[in-house]
């Protein structure tokens, strides 16, 4: 059973536009999480991070929300660029030793021109 | 330039022939693990070590073995591939366990 769901496999946007991505997560015990972006051909760059005490990082066009009694973590993407298109992956931890992180099966963002 | 660098990164081989995958990373970092990535699961990690001859496994442990002798190589080690093994796969590091994960750039491995 996948700890961490991402139930969108693809997204398409039109530039310009907000982009969301969702990601749900089952363990109530996890505390932190990352996006991670991945083009073809290249392993995955770190995008945005939030821990359990937040419900908002924003970084430039990058924002994480962090609903955590619906486990629910979204990435919004304002305004969404023809660059952005990628797979998005979700990632979470329970940031105490010993744990390693999780990871979601990941979406494919589409961003039209 | 702060890398993860793994070789080689594309690989056709056959049942049964050991293989090793090369990990290395130039950031002093203390933890590494390994993941490979398939169609709709996303990437699911194989082994991590937390230091030098410190390794545990993962989620999906099987069919590997790995080794940490120099904090700054993890190789991954398929003593028998089989065709399941067939994946991509991404080698990553961090500073320490709980930090944000840098990853190599994969290596394609296909076992026929």
């Known amino acids: 059973d996948q700890q961490v769901k991402q139930n969108s496999p693809s997204l398409s946007v039109q530039e310009g536009r907000i982009s969301i991505l969702n990601c749900d997560y089952t363990?109530?015990?996890?505390?932190?999480f990352l996006w991670y972006k991945k083009y073809p051909a290249e392993g995955p760059t770190f995008l945005i991070s939030?821990?359990?005490?937040?419900d908002k990082n924003e970084d430039g066009r990058f924002t994480v929300f962090l609903n955590k009694s619906a486990k629910h973590l979204s990435l919004h993407i304002v305004p969404s660029q023809p660059g952005d298109s990628a797979v998005y992956f979700c990632a979470a931890s329970q940031g105490s030793y010993g744990q390693n992180f999780v990871f979601g099966p990941g979406t494919r963002l589409s961003v039209l021109p | 330039e702060a890398q993860v660098t793994q070789n080689p990164r594309y690989l056709i081989t056959v049942t049964g022939k050991k293989l090793t995958v090369t990990c290395s990373q130039n950031?002093?970092?203390?933890?590494m693990s390994w993941y490979r990535q398939d169609p709709g699961l996303g990437l699911r990690q194989i082994y991590y070590s937390m230091n030098v001859e410190v390794t545990d496994k993962g989620d999906v442990p099987e069919g590997y073995k790995v080794s940490r002798k120099e904090k700054r190589n993890f190789p991954l080690i398929l003593e028998s591939p089989s065709p399941n093994q067939t994946s991509l796969y991404f080698c990553?590091?961090?500073?320490?366990?709980?930090?944000?994960?840098?990853f190599g750039e994969g290596s394609w491995l296909t076992v026929v």
């Open positions: 990553a590091s961090s500073l320490s366990f709980g930090n944000t994960i840098y």
């Open positions: 939030i821990s359990s005490i937040k």
């Open positions: 950031m002093n970092h203390e933890y």
């Open positions: 363990n109530s015990m996890f505390d932190y």
